[in-house]
């Protein structure tokens, strides 16, 4: 019987409803090397729980957390952030992108096959003493248009250990058609593009690029909802809008996907963001307002992201 495997267990993909696909509540990406700007999203746990009861009480169901380790993942904080809540909170696995890949994974220093074994061994066995499992693979990402020689090594681990597990592949790839990139090698490797997500797909603002992907057979994610960093981000959500209601009309609601990526802590209600409820207090009430019908909405957020959680 097919199953999601969140943090706390297996759980029924029945008993899940609206799931954001792609967030964090605890990250630091400020420690590389001439970094200037903090990045980063405090472990807070008495803020986190705010933050998160808010999108429960806006009929929040389900959370994946994409952090990775190198970057902070901790299974036994998402185990009591899910306790907590009462959130179905799934993890990922796998190692995010160069820049901010662990010295002590040795990544170039190990065979493709034996980085799968290890993401294989977590999805089984669980992670470490914790024995919390992974739920999906990913975020695998590039750090920049193109995936370097490195990045490579990952993204065909992570094919290889999709296919021996089930799970689903999710990608980090922005301003650029590098997810293209990213699905080939998935491709390349074996791995179903139905199970494969190719993440923040509003960074580059593309309906060709979009269809490209969804014509392959994958997943196009817009969840950099919300964020307000860049001035694209402030003032370009009605062309993501434009577009993706253009994916709609051409059929393509089940291959569509939307979260936020919370991943700094100015993006927390507490601290003047928009917390975990952009989604569902701005962003939703935006489709409907362009005609986008609740049918289309429960499929995206809910349908589509336990269609990709599922593990047969």
């Not at 029945?14 to 964090?24: D, Q, S």
């Not at 420690?31 to 903090?38: S, V």
Request: proline letters at 5%.
């Amino acid at each position: 019987m097919a199953h999601v495997q969140t943090v706390l267990g297996p759980v029924d993909p029945a008993v899940i409803g609206f799931t954001l696909p792609h967030e964090h509540t605890a990250i630091s990406l400020w420690q590389i090397p001439n970094r200037w700007d903090y990045w980063e999203l405090t472990r807070d746990e008495p803020t986190i729980l705010e933050e998160l009861g808010l999108f429960r009480k806006a009929g929040g169901s389900g959370l994946v957390d994409l952090t990775l380790p190198g970057v902070g993942r901790d299974p036994a904080w998402l185990a009591r952030i899910a306790t907590a809540t009462g959130l179905h909170v799934v993890m990922g696995c796998g190692w995010y992108r160069g820049a901010y890949y662990p010295a002590e994974a040795l990544i170039d220093r190990r065979s493709v096959d034996d980085l799968a074994e290890e993401l294989v061994r977590e999805a089984t066995e669980g992670v470490g003493e914790s024995g919390v499992r992974p739920g999906i693979i990913g975020e695998i990402g590039t750090d920049k248009p193109w995936v370097s020689a490195l990045e490579e090594r990952v993204h065909r681990a992570a094919a290889r250990a999709s296919r021996g597990t089930g799970l689903a592949i999710t990608t980090h790839g922005v301003l650029s058609d590098v997810g293209l990139a990213q699905l080939r090698i998935f491709e390349e490797e074996g791995a179903d593009p139905a199970r494969v997500v190719i993440g923040h797909a509003d960074s580059y603002p593309s309906l060709e690029h979009y269809l490209a992907i969804v014509g392959r057979g994958a997943s196009v994610e817009f969840d950099f909802l919300g964020m307000s960093f860049t001035p694209q981000e402030r003032h370009g959500e009605g062309r993501i809008v434009e577009l993706l209601c253009d994916l709609l009309s051409r059929g393509h609601v089940e291959r569509v996907l939307l979260s936020q990526d919370v991943c700094h802590n100015s993006q927390l209600k507490r601290y003047g963001g928009h917390g975990y409820v952009y989604l569902a207090e701005t962003f939703l009430p935006r489709l409907r307002a362009v005609g986008v019908s609740d049918e289309e909405i429960q499929t995206i957020i809910v349908a589509n992201p336990l269609r990709i959680l599922a593990i047969a």
